[in-house]
């Protein structure tokens, strides 16, 4: 089994940042995909972004170019650099593991996920 734990989450202003980090645990027998996914209240989780192997990740398009996934293979870590953060970001965060995906990554391709970590966005 492979334990996952989110934190840095937090309250901050829309425009603003955060970082997120993930540390997995436990059981892991070798390559997998490290995701982050978030749920908002009443919505369905979705796939912010995915982490394959260097230098490829996915990332979903509401998060292009604002959100950034820093995965250290050797230490099992994955951290979410969060900028220009708006209000529809605001959500539980959790991070997540997989052997493989589908592509685009969805939501129940992740069988081991964490207990998450509030992300609030404020005007």
């Known amino acids: 089994q492979v334990q996952l734990v989110a934190s840095g989450g937090g309250a901050v202003q829309a425009g603003g940042s955060l970082r997120l980090a993930c540390a997995a645990s436990?059981?892991?027998?070798?390559?997998?995909?490290m995701a982050w996914l978030r749920q908002a209240p009443g919505k369905e989780r979705e796939v912010v972004g995915s982490?394959?192997?260097?230098?490829?990740?996915y990332y979903a398009d509401s998060v292009k170019g604002r959100f950034t996934i820093i995965r250290d293979f050797s230490k099992n870590t994955m951290d979410l650099q969060m900028n220009n953060l708006k209000l529809e970001d605001t959500a539980v965060y959790y991070c997540?593991?997989?052997?493989?995906?589908?592509?685009?990554?969805?939501?129940?391709?992740?069988?081991?996920w964490g207990q998450g970590t509030q992300v609030t966005v404020s005007s």
């Open positions: 997540a593991a997989a052997q493989t995906t589908k592509w685009p990554p969805q939501g129940s391709d992740f069988g081991s």
């Open positions: 436990g059981y892991i027998s070798g390559g997998y995909v």
């Open positions: 982490s394959y192997s260097i230098g490829v990740t």
